[in-house]
């Protein structure tokens, strides 16, 4: 007995170094991909706090994974490789396309450099996940304010006309569609007692979609001209 207990001693020695790094590295990539989450949930975009955070834990889940299951390090590097494809999957999804207008394209990159961070915690890497993460903050949060601030974002503005006249209508529309060099997406048309209803969504930036709004509301082929919600571009 006394011959067994300095190996096992040593054995559970490094068997509580392992799984307290372990722990601690997927603890922390936990952490740092629920702060990207939270500041996503918080200008309430599609991938909020658990959305990150989990991706960030499983890309580190799967860093680890690959070390100690692979029996070298080439097979080690290529089943970490997989995280990739796996999270580029996972943004598409999040792209949505609709008459040569795309959203989500933000939301699909920050997935993708938030499995980054979780790869980097996985490997060990504490500084460099740390960096990205204030890096990738600041980018959402300063670039995002400057964006706005000088209009460069383009906004999808819905619109709802309404008047007795359908064909009328339409072509006043697109009348001042033309005008502003602007296109007419999401028709949608509807008629009841003498009534007729007009709802559409325009792509513009805001001194368009402004411009385009005082139009409609000069012309005399409306009855009424109503803003149901506006979409900024990501």
């Given at each position: 007995?006394?011959?067994?207990?300095?190996?096992?001693?040593?054995?559970?020695?490094?068997?509580?170094?392992?799984?307290?790094?372990?722990?601690?590295?997927?603890?922390?990539?936990?952490?740092?991909?629920?702060?990207?989450?939270?500041?996503?949930?918080?200008?309430?975009?599609?991938?909020?706090?658990?959305?990150?955070?989990?991706?960030?834990?499983?890309?580190?889940?799967?860093t680890l994974l690959s070390k100690e299951l692979a029996g070298t390090p080439s097979d080690s590097?290529?089943?970490?490789?997989?995280?990739?494809?796996?999270?580029?999957?996972?943004?598409?999804?999040?792209?949505?396309?609709?008459?040569?207008?795309?959203?989500?394209?933000?939301?699909?990159?920050?997935?993708?450099?938030?499995?980054?961070?979780?790869?980097?915690?996985?490997?060990?890497?504490?500084?460099?996940?740390?960096?990205?993460?204030?890096?990738?903050?600041?980018?959402?949060?300063?670039?995002?304010?400057?964006?706005?601030?000088?209009?460069?974002?383009?906004?999808?503005?819905?619109?709802?006309?309404?008047?007795?006249?359908?064909?009328?209508?339409?072509?006043?529309?697109?009348?001042?569609?033309?005008?502003?060099?602007?296109?007419?997406?999401?028709?949608?048309?509807?008629?009841?007692?003498?009534?007729?209803?007009?709802?559409?969504?325009?792509?513009?930036?805001?001194?368009?979609?402004?411009?385009?709004?005082?139009?409609?509301?000069?012309?005399?082929?409306?009855g009424s001209v109503q803003t149901l919600g506006a979409t900024e571009h990501?």
């Amino acid at each position: 007995m006394n011959t067994l207990q300095p190996p096992m001693d040593t054995l559970r020695t490094e068997m509580g170094v392992v799984l307290s790094s372990t722990l601690a590295r997927l603890t922390i990539a936990a952490i740092l991909g629920g702060i990207i989450g939270l500041e996503r949930l918080l200008h309430r975009k599609p991938a909020g706090l658990r959305t990150n955070m989990f991706i960030c834990f499983g890309a580190a889940m799967f860093t680890l994974l690959s070390k100690e299951l692979a029996g070298t390090p080439s097979d080690s590097a290529r089943i970490a490789a997989q995280i990739i494809p796996g999270i580029g999957f996972i943004g598409a999804g999040s792209i949505l396309h609709s008459r040569g207008s795309v959203t989500g394209l933000t939301t699909a990159a920050t997935l993708f450099v938030v499995a980054s961070v979780g790869m980097a915690v996985g490997g060990g890497l504490y500084l460099t996940a740390v960096f990205a993460t204030v890096l990738i903050l600041l980018a959402l949060a300063v670039l995002g304010r400057m964006e706005r601030r000088l209009e460069l974002r383009t906004v999808l503005h819905t619109y709802e006309v309404t008047g007795r006249n359908v064909e009328a209508m339409l072509r006043e529309v697109n009348r001042i569609l033309e005008d502003a060099r602007l296109s007419m997406q999401n028709v949608r048309l509807a008629s009841a007692e003498g009534q007729s209803r007009l709802v559409f969504s325009v792509d513009g930036d805001r001194e368009e979609q402004d411009a385009f709004s005082m139009r409609l509301h000069e012309s005399n082929a409306f009855g009424s001209v109503q803003t149901l919600g506006a979409t900024e571009h990501e």
